[in-house]
């Protein structure tokens, strides 16, 4: 299982500090841009990620909760390996190819966020344009809410692909995981988590980035 921690619930105020303490630990960053429409809250900008670029050279998955994804493909600092992952529920289903295809050729791995609520047959004629699917496991917004069991989804967009015939992007979960849920996401076939709370609760990331590795194999 890859883990990508969320920096939203890390302590803000130390995040260089942060980031050199768990960057040997993680597969990449889970980060978490909010516009204050799509979702009520406000995270990072485009400045933000070209700072954290200078830092680390682990992957982003940079989740876009904002209306308008289609703006934010040229305004991204990025590495190639980088993700652009924006809600299939912010553009119009007509519009949807379009930002997918512009992202890519910009040079990301691309792909598409389902809310809890959403089915997956909303992103099965993009399934062979997408390099990862995002199946929310909260409605997006905030990090510290409980988990919602959404991982019946995965079975479905693996059988979803084999009736297409198209291949599976990477699967990715994202919202209230932690050590007792990892397991049974891993087992559903999700390759790939975000997690903040599970990761920056307490006082050692370090140690709770290793538990939820132990706990995934379980
Ligand atoms: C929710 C964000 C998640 C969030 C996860 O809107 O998309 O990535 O940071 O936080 P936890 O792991 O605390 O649920
Ligand atoms: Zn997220």
């Given at each position: 299982m890859k883990i990508f921690p969320?920096?939203?619930?890390?302590n803000l105020l130390q995040l260089g500090a942060v980031v050199q303490t768990i960057d040997d630990h993680v597969d990449g960053y889970h980060l978490d841009i909010m516009?204050?429409?799509?979702?009520?809250n406000l995270t990072w900008g485009p400045a933000f990620i070209a700072a954290l670029r200078r830092i680390t050279k682990k992957p982003f998955q940079i989740h876009l909760m904002v209306d308008n994804p289609a703006a934010w493909i040229s305004r991204l600092a990025f590495n190639s390996g980088d993700s652009f992952i924006f809600h299939v529920e912010a553009v119009a289903d007509s519009g949807i190819h379009t930002v997918l295809r512009d992202a890519r050729s910009a040079g990301w791995r691309v792909g598409l966020a389902l809310n809890p609520g959403t089915q997956v047959e909303r992103v099965g004629q993009h399934l062979a344009s997408m390099d990862e699917v995002l199946l929310m496991s909260v409605n997006p917004g905030f990090s510290g809410q409980s988990f919602i069991d959404t991982s019946a989804k995965a079975t479905q967009l693996t059988a979803l692909s084999g009736k297409l015939n198209v291949k599976m992007p990477v699967m990715c979960m994202d919202g209230g995981i932690n050590e007792s849920n990892i397991g049974s996401i891993a087992n559903a076939g999700v390759e790939l988590v975000g997690a903040a709370s599970a990761v920056f609760g307490g006082n050692n990331e370090v140690e709770n980035i290793k538990k939820l590795r132990i706990a995934a194999t379980r």
């Open positions: 969320s920096l939203i619930s890390a516009d204050d429409h799509f979702v009520p």
